[in-house]
């Protein structure tokens, strides 16, 4: 009997310590979840991501981010700081994200401030918006500056300085008895 009870005992103990929810602080569970979030979005799981949303939320979470994937790519993200409130019921997770339009090329970085609710040990997104960095990843409108016109395709191009009148090479002809011939510019015109 003793040694059945030692067992159970030791049967327990190695179950509760398999579970990390019961040993971590609602501040590490919230990073946590907030990291899972991130990664998934990052990654283009987004029904994945919204699963750490509440289900208010969720609707404008997938709106925000329709374009990414196609128009927007996530290079990096990073869990910047995070605060915790009412008794550690909620957090406040700021989240550095770097990014680019595909058509674009250009890396922008924009910080999204998260909040985040405790519900009864199963942490989610309520709300988020942007407080620093570049808008547009978020859904935002941004007029971007037109493109400049793509240069021509040639390997060394033609230069010009003053009004010369220069229009190319010239075939100058060589001296009689020999047998090269000589692609000259304006002075050395004969």
């Known amino acids: 009997m003793r040694l059945r009870a030692l067992f159970l005992a030791c049967l327990a103990s190695t179950a509760l310590a398999g579970c990390p929810a019961i040993h971590q602080s609602p501040g590490a569970r919230a990073q ?5 979030l991130n990664v998934n979005a990052r990654f283009g799981r987004m029904e994945m991501a919204a699963e750490k949303v509440a289900p208010k939320a969720r609707e404008a979470f997938m709106d925000r981010r329709k ?18 409130m009412k008794e550690d019921a ?17 890396l922008h970085v924009t910080t999204v401030k998260q909040s985040w609710r405790d519900f009864k040990g199963d942490w989610k997104l309520v709300e988020e918006t942007r407080v620093d960095g570049d808008a547009g990843l978020l859904g935002e409108h941004v007029e ?9 395709n040639v390997q060394f191009p033609s230069i010009r300085l003053g009004g010369g009148g220069y229009d190319g ?15 000259a510019g304006p002075s050395s015109k004969r």
């Open 144 to 152: 971007r500056a037109p493109k400049a016109k793509a240069p021509k």
């Open 32 to 36: 946590e979840a907030a990291n899972e």
């Open 90 to 106: 909620e957090a406040e997770m700021f989240v550095k994200v770097a990014w680019y339009l595909v058509d674009e090329g250009e």
């Open 169 to 183: 090479p010239e075939t100058v002809d060589a001296p009689a008895g020999s047998t090269t011939s000589v692609t």
């Open 67 to 84: 374009a990414w994937g196609n128009r927007v790519r996530v290079a990096d993200y990073e869990l910047a700081g995070m605060k915790m």
